[in-house]
């Protein structure tokens, strides 16, 4: 579950009850993020990220849509090539463990992970 706030406020949040994921991969400077709605189908954006001290930038290069069992369907979003910036979206990292992760968004949003060992 991906929880977003607006503005870090709680009180002012709202919350998406559909299962989100991101991957982080660090070593390879990539980064995915999907919303998978079960045998109805997912829909996930990939691409570069650039993680610096406790901020990590992302472009998001492609998304994949698949509707029940039919394969993905990949649209590229036309992205140059090019590293992520200030200037793309971010996140900034309060609090990172084995379980949960806490960042707050360009946008002053603030987003909550915890750790899956799988998408259903």
């Avoid at 919350?15 to 991969?25: C, E, G, M, N, S």
């Avoid at 995915?32 to 709605?37: C, F, P, Q, S």
């Avoid at 691409?47 to 509707?67: D, P, Q, Y």
Wanted: proline share 5%; charged share 25%.
């Amino acid at each position: 579950m991906l929880i977003f706030t607006a503005k870090g406020r709680l009180d002012k949040g709202r919350y998406f009850p559909v299962t989100a994921v991101q991957r982080f991969d660090a070593a390879a400077k990539r980064i995915e993020n999907g919303v998978y709605l079960g045998p109805v189908g997912c829909v996930t954006f990939e691409g570069k990220l650039s993680w610096k001290n406790r901020m990590l930038a992302f472009i998001f290069e492609n998304i994949r849509i698949k509707v029940g069992p039919f394969g993905p369907l990949q649209i590229s979003l036309g992205q140059a090539e090019r590293d992520p910036t200030t200037k793309d979206p971010f996140f900034i990292w309060f609090y990172i463990d084995e379980e949960i992760a806490v960042a707050q968004g360009k946008g002053g949003g603030i987003a909550y992970w915890c750790r899956c060992s799988r998408v259903t």
